[in-house]
């Protein structure tokens, strides 16, 4: 993430928890629970940066990866 001098928090409203860009920092959650079940305080939305800019990536960690279900070919032809 980045520094932003206004604005572009991450707010979690279910959770009642907001998180602000950080130059550096990290926003990492789980958005299923224990049973495998989504969990309704993963839901979440960006505000909009008011002043300055802000950068971010995303890396998206599955629970079931798709490894198994599309084999790898070694030759497309």
Same mark, same amino acid.
Request: glycine fraction near 14%.
């Given at each position: 993430?980045?520094?932003?001098? @206004?604005?572009?928090?991450?707010?979690?409203?279910? @959770?009642?928890?907001s998180v602000a860009p950080v130059k550096g920092g990290a926003a990492?959650?789980?958005?299923?629970?224990?049973?495998?079940?989504?969990?309704?305080?993963?839901?979440? @939305?960006?505000?909009?940066?008011?002043?300055g800019h802000k950068w971010a990536a995303n890396k998206w960690i599955r629970e079931n990866a798709n490894s198994q279900k599309r084999l790898c070919v070694k030759n497309r032809a």
């Open positions: 993430m980045s520094n932003v001098e @206004a604005g572009g928090r991450t707010v979690f409203g279910n @959770a009642g928890v990492f959650w789980y958005n299923i629970d224990d049973q495998g079940q989504l969990d309704s305080s993963s839901l979440h @939305a960006g505000c909009p940066v008011l002043l």
